[in-house]
């Protein structure tokens, strides 16, 4: 089953909020109300759930539990994925110390910086490494995805240090830098300037209506 | 001139590159070269440009430095941002701290926390105030943005102080938390988790190709 990148933005969303919902002891819930606390059309929402064969009954909606144990079912990964991150400031800290990232299918196997007085060190009770040793460690640690969240200046010769190590197949790209891979490895990127900017030019001109 | 939102999206990204590329002094750059860069395809990068007019030389390419300020002028706003932020966490303040945040388009007038060690004191420059003068703060100071990066627990609260100070425009939610907003008021939220999340499931089916 193919599904296209943003189906699966909705569906991490979808996990979230249904997540939030059964520990709030809702029991049921409409494509109208998960359109509303997203910001989706109800009918983007029914149209998702359907693909993944939950059809709501109409006038009462979804059972939260069991379309919140369907999603992660679809979501769900049967291993745990081995994670180095690069870059340990403000925002690599700010992602170690995320409840959200720290679930049990992740583990944070490496963190490298070149700063001397974080080399060393357990950071968050992960060991953190000179960046020069991002090839040896990575690939004795078999990390396949690396957090990149260094300066836009570091990004390439990070990315190249981790490909050399032979194990990387995914990035996460937290740094504004751009950076070249082979077709072979994923690359996500964040880029919260960016997302501010954008906010900007839709506030600019009214008519465009983001989604 | 109506953009779609990925269309805006692919333009903030040519605009970073081409700013780049103009400070390492290259005067000409291809779509495939862009493509390549960015991880676009080249039909994708021509056919963005020649929307805006900008069409390449063939065998030569663009010129970077009138491309560059073109694309500037589209992206750019007449006006200086009046931005307020909530919570100054490792995310706050890794944001505070980031060049391409604190550009003369942007002019931080408040922070927020509840924090009393940071309540009252300057961080980066900017005053930080009690969460509860939200709406007065806000009103007082125009800010129409406001940056999320409180807690999931705290964002609806958050929000609708910020809503209350009737000046809010549009929001950057840096936030696992959701929360509704009336419908004129613009929100672009930015999950780190969630597009690690995003990632794992491209790499565990490595059929799904993003983009």
New interface residues.
């Given amino acids: 089953m193919?599904?296209?990148?943003p189906t699966?933005?909705r569906l991490?969303?979808y996990h979230?909020?249904l997540e939030?919902l059964r520990e709030e002891g809702h029991r049921v819930v409409s494509s109208q109300q998960i359109g509303?606390?997203?910001?989706f059309k109800a009918s983007q929402v029914r149209k998702d759930l359907s693909y993944f064969g939950e059809i709501g009954k109409r006038g009462v909606g979804y059972h939260v539990e069991r379309l919140c144990d369907h999603i992660v079912q679809i979501?769900s990964?049967p291993k745990i994925?081995r994670i180095a991150m690069a870059g340990i400031?403000?925002?690599g800290?700010?992602?170690l110390?995320?409840q959200?990232?720290r679930s049990p299918?992740?583990r944070f196997e490496a963190l490298f910086d070149i700063d001397t007085r974080k080399i060393g060190s357990e950071i968050f009770g992960v060991h953190c490494w000179d960046a020069s040793e991002i090839p040896v460690v990575m690939a004795e640690r078999k990390t396949?995805?690396l957090?990149l969240a260094v300066p836009a200046r570091a990004a390439q010769s990070c990315v190249d240090l981790a490909i050399s190590s032979g194990v990387l197949?995914?990035?996460?790209a937290?740094t504004?830098g751009?950076f070249?891979v082979p077709d072979e490895i994923?690359?996500?990127r964040?880029?919260?300037?960016?997302?501010?900017?954008?906010?900007?030019?839709?506030?600019?001109?009214p008519?465009?209506i983001?989604?």
Same sequence: chains 1, 2.
């Fill in positions: 193919k599904i296209a990148e699966i933005e991490v969303q979230r909020l939030r509303e606390l997203l910001g979501l990964s994925w400031g403000n925002i800290t700010a992602l110390s995320n959200s990232f299918k992740l396949e995805v957090i197949r995914g990035v996460l937290l504004q751009s070249v994923l690359v996500v964040v880029d919260i300037p960016a997302e501010l900017e954008k906010l900007l030019f839709f506030l600019k001109q008519e465009v983001p989604g």
